[in-house]
């Protein structure tokens, strides 16, 4: 948005109508590629499953197969009646539709609200005819318009792949699956929201949403682990969605408690932009401290003194996440046929005992959590660089090229921590419930997710160095784009092909796989090099501003 567009006549519509519609206008149009790409992934697997189980016993034995095997909702969601097309498309959709669902939500909320007052432009607005609690809400009506797309165009799709004989899906249900995918983009845009309201930046406020993601995907897989812990679906969005199951039970009473969850959310927001200046945030820092010499020698120690309570919180993330899985890989045992399961597990090519294949799984998800790390750092050296505190170090005899270098070193230092801990986290979990792993193993395995997250830094880096605008898009489009990829191409026989464009394709699910010298040497190379090259190109281009 410009800034003539910020402070545009309203028209006769008033200033909420119009901030309502440019926040649609600038999502609105992610919204709908979103749709077409939910109802494509709904209505492929609800025709593969038709071609490829047509009869009644083939129906009967994969749900034999899959069923039985209570550990596999911990990882992939809801297993109930995979015997029926229904119950097989909400499974089969469940983690990839939630996962890219929320964090879009996150992202757009983020971006409309905490990314524009970065900008300045916020300021502009409330510079109109309207007050912070106002364009709050209009904006998150805005994005609550770009959401309805997203149902509009899934429920669309549904209903024409339901026509079919082979499918029979009933408008009634359609329509409650559609509502059902929706629940997360709703609730975490309402998180989004607030969070934009506690952080003073947007990288901080997207850490915390992303934070909150995480705790809300791990109750969940709690919840999924066994009969004794289902109550606990009632606490997480994502349970919401699972509990409504579309197509076989029908139950629109879960819808409740998403939409005044997302009526909170959303009134906390707005009653929060009232209660702080533009450009500050609930947990702004304090403005009078104590001396602290640390870190104000150098600008390397300079950006360790503000960067290290950041990447401090991020590896106590990594090593909580972990230990969480950790724990629930003793729940998963119980009453499981680990042949079946373990045959499940091999569509992303694990295979060895069950323990180590549910480890290689959920390590995956580890990987995403530390590949994530390094977009706060760029997005760190990106608001260094636009807040105008760099010109004043470059003032001094400081060459950009070396003061990146220095970024990029505290970065992956970050990551190693985070991988070194994540390791003995999970064997602490497992052994807590009396799994039996090694630690040495656990401990190559947290540092096994190392490597592609430091390809991450590298290709955040490069971004900063030639558009530094796109960079912190570009880390999160990477490690999330890549994850979706590798999930669906596990899950889609027939886009198999696709997990050679992920990132993590190239990763070795340890401990259930062994890592190959080769490729590991590779990938920090890849990485190495994309970091040199990047503090070559930080000198070829003028200091960006807001």
Same mark, same amino acid.
């Given at each position: ?12 519509? /008033? ?9 649609? /206008? ?8 979103? &749709? ?66 929320? !964090? ?10 905490? /990314? ?11 510079? $109109? ?7 709050? %809400?209009?904006?998150? =009506? ?18 024409? @792949? ?37 952080? *003073?930046?947007? *990288? ?15 109750? *969940? ?36 408690? %998403? ?14 932009? +009232? ?12 403005? @009078? +401290? ?33 230990? =969480?899985?950790?724990?629930? &890989? ?67 005899? &400081? ?56 390809? =991450? ?19 999160? $489009? ?33 401990? &259930? ?10 990938? !920090? ?12 190109? =930080?000198? *070829? ?6």
């Amino acid at each position: 948005m410009s800034t003539a567009d910020a402070v545009a006549p309203t028209g006769r519509g /008033g200033a909420g109508v119009a901030v309502a519609r440019r926040a649609f /206008g600038q999502v609105g149009r992610g919204a709908g590629a979103w &749709a077409l790409v939910f109802g494509a992934t709904a209505a492929a697997s609800a025709l593969t499953y038709v071609t490829s189980f047509p009869t009644l016993a083939s129906r009967h034995a994969l749900a034999v197969t899959t069923g039985s095997a209570s550990g596999l909702g911990v990882l992939l969601g809801p297993v109930a009646a995979v015997d029926t097309v229904g119950g097989y498309t909400v499974y089969k959709g469940f983690v990839f539709l939630t996962t890219i669902g929320a !964090v879009w939500a996150i992202l757009a909320s983020t971006r409309l609200l905490r /990314g524009e007052e970065d900008a300045g432009r916020w300021q502009l607005v409330l510079a $109109g005819d309207t007050r912070p609690a106002r364009a709050t %809400a209009a904006t998150l =009506a805005g994005l609550g318009a770009a959401v309805g797309l997203l149902f509009c165009g899934t429920t669309a799709i549904m209903l024409l @792949v339901g026509h079919s004989p082979d499918v029979g899906f009933g408008v009634g249900a359609t329509v409650l699956y559609g509502l059902s995918i929706t629940i997360a983009p709703l609730v975490f845009a309402g998180v989004g929201a607030v969070t934009s309201q506690l952080g *003073r930046t947007r *990288r901080l406020a997207t850490g915390l949403g992303l934070a909150f993601f995480g705790v809300a995907f791990v109750i *969940r897989m709690i919840a999924d682990s066994g009969a004794h812990t289902q109550w606990l679906l009632w606490l997480t969005p994502f349970g919401w969605t699972e509990l409504v199951r579309p197509f076989t039970s029908n139950d629109p009473w879960p819808l409740l408690p %998403a939409g005044l969850g997302t009526l909170v959310l959303c009134v906390a927001a707005a009653a929060l932009a +009232s209660r702080r200046d533009a450009g500050g945030g609930v947990l702004a820092s304090r403005d @009078v +401290s104590a001396l602290r010499p640390f870190g104000l020698r150098s600008p390397l120690g300079l950006a360790a003194r503000l960067e290290l309570p950041l990447l401090g919180a991020w590896c106590g993330g990594a090593a909580l996440a972990a230990f =969480a899985l950790g724990i629930v &890989a003793k729940v998963t045992t119980a009453g499981t046929a680990p042949g079946s399961l373990g045959d499940t597990l091999e569509n992303f090519g694990v295979t060895g005992s069950f323990a180590d294949q549910y480890l290689g799984v959920a390590f995956l998800l580890v990987a995403t959590l530390v590949a994530l790390l390094p977009a706060g750092q760029i997005g760190a050296a990106f608001e260094e660089e636009t807040s105008g505190r760099l010109v004043h170090v470059l003032a001094r005899p &400081a060459r950009r090229g070396r003061l990146l270098g220095g970024r990029l070193l505290l970065g992956g230092a970050g990551v190693v921590a985070a991988g070194l801990v994540a390791g003995p986290a999970a064997w602490l979990g497992a052994r807590s419930q009396g799994v039996d792993l090694d630690l040495g193993t656990m401990v190559a395995a947290g540092l096994n997710v190392v490597p592609t997250a430091l390809v =991450a830094l590298g290709t955040g880096a490069v971004a900063l160095s030639v558009a530094p605008r796109a960079a912190v898009k570009a880390v999160y $489009g990477l490690v999330i784009g890549s994850l979706l990829v590798d999930l669906l191409s596990s899950m889609v026989s027939s886009l198999s092909w696709l997990g050679h464009l992920s990132l993590f394709h190239y990763l070795a699910l340890a401990p &259930a796989q062994d890592p190959e010298v080769r490729t590991v040497v590779t990938t !920090v190379a890849v990485a190495g090099a994309l970091c040199a090259l990047a503090t070559v190109l =930080a000198g *070829r281009r003028d200091v960006q501003s807001k």
